[in-house]
Structures are given as C-alpha cells and as structure tokens.
RNA sequence: AACCUUAUCGCAAG
C-alpha cells in the first residue's frame, strides 16, 4: 500500500490526476486497502485546487470506512478550509480533534496562522500565537516565518525584524525561507541598507543563499539604483552556484 | 516503523 501511495503522490504531484486515480482503481482491484494516506493525498490534491467539497467528502468517508486517521488527516482538511476562508469549518475541525482522542499539533495551528496572515489578519495571527504559546505548544521557524511574512505585507517591517530576534530568544533558528521573507520586506519598503546588513548576517551564519534570495537581492538593489552591487552579486552568483530548488 | 499536511508564490502595485 505504501509503494501504491508513493506512486500515487508522484502522480498528483505533477498534476497527473488522471494516472493517479488509475493507480488508485489498480490498487483496489489488486485487492489493495487504500489506507487513510491514499485519501488524504487525494484529499490535499482537491484542497489545493480549491474543491473543497471532494475533501470534505473523502475526510468523511475516512471516518465512514473507520480507516485509521490522525493529526495529519485533520491538518490538511484545515488548512484547505483555511486557505478558502472557512474558518468556522475550521474551527470547528479543530475543536473537534480532541473529541477524537487527538491534539493539535504545531502544523495544525500553522495552518490557520499562515492563512491569516496571507488574509492580512496579522493581528488575528499574533494571538494565536500566544495562545499556541500558552498551550504549551512550540512555535517553530514555519509559525514565525509566516508571521514576518504577513507582518511585511501589512507594512510593519520594523516589527518583522524584532520577530527575529524573538525567535531567537525562543530558541528557533530562522531558515533560509526566514532571511528571504525579511530581506523582501526590507528591499521593497527602500530599506537597501538593512537589507544588505541581513544578507550579511545571513552568510556569516552559514546559511547558503538560494536561487531566491539572489533574486530578491539582485531586484531590491537593481531598483534602488545600486548596480554595482547588483553587479558584485551576479559575480558571486556565478562562482558559488546556489542551492537548486 | 515506512508513504501524506504548514512558511519566502506576488489573484490591488509587476
């Protein structure tokens, strides 16, 4: 069932949903179980594309069939139900987990912070996250990045670059996702120099810039009229060979 | 035990 669920991912992965629903029907037909992850893969793939309505049926018909679901299962639900602006629905999952012998986990919550920030709810966001906090659950480099994230498309950079610093002092170290996040809140709020400061930083840390911080760097500095910076940078570009994707 | 879920992705500035 496993290697069927592999399959079955690659599938949906590359958009295939017609080859990953035949592996589907060749798995049953082998006498196969799908198991609560071969409806969940499904269940993530509709969410995605918006058809929130097939996940909620595939999420019942877990339940139906008595596969063995947990937190996961939950988590992409919600995060479907989020990223379509059902909170009650979400909510309403969420407060229903514990009835079903599970909890939340950090995920859980990310799911709903992330989309509230995208939703420009920063302030929503943040006090989830004291409650996340007072739950006693861990915020992690993904809750605090989405943070700095909604917090920079709200025009509150400054109060992005204090979250870093908060991470730290919690114990999270920023990702390369973190820097990239706050190096574009600063460059397209004209903050050239704090920019360039953080990119340092981030190198002296030994974080490896990806293809993304490079065009981001490479963008901000262009527009703030600083090409032999952005000069430098296509030279570093050239010899260090950033992480692919 | 193994496979599945959340952040930099820009749907108002591009």
């Known amino acids: 069932a496993v290697s069927y669920n ?70 992409i639900l919600i995060e479907g139900l989020c990223k379509a602006k059902l909170w009650d629905e979400a909510s309403r999952l969420l407060e229903d987990m514990p009835k079903k012998g599970l909890t939340p986990d950090i995920v859980t919550y990310n799911a709903f912070i992330c989309n509230l920030c995208e939703e420009k709810k920063v302030d929503q966001a943040m006090n989830l996250l004291e409650e996340v906090r007072s ?26 670059v204090r979250l870093l610093e908060k991470m730290r002092q919690h114990g999270q170290d920023p990702s390369v996702v973190t820097y990239n996040t706050l190096l574009r809140g600063l460059l397209k709020t004209g903050k050239v120099v704090e920019a360039e400061k953080l990119f340092a930083e981030m190198v002296d840390g030994c974080y490896f810039p990806d293809a993304r911080t490079y065009d981001i760097m490479m963008h901000g500095l262009a527009n703030a009229g600083k090409s032999i910076e952005t000069y430098k940078l296509l030279k570093e570009l050239q010899l260090k060979k950033p992480m692919q994707e």
């Open 135 to 160: 739950s006693g659950l861990i915020p992690d480099t993904v809750t605090y990045t989405a943070l700095m994230e909604g917090l920079c498309k709200n025009g509150e950079v400054e109060e992005a």
């Open 6 to 75: 592999t399959l079955i991912n690659a599938f949906l992965k590359e958009d295939n949903v017609e080859e990953a629903m035949k592996l589907y029907a060749e798995m049953v037909e082998s006498g196969c179980k799908p198991s609560a992850t071969t409806y969940c893969l499904f269940m993530n793939k509709y969410c995605k594309q918006g058809q929130i309505a097939k996940a909620q049926r595939l999420f019942e018909d877990i339940i139906d069939e008595n596969l063995a679901f947990d937190a996961v299962t939950y988590n």
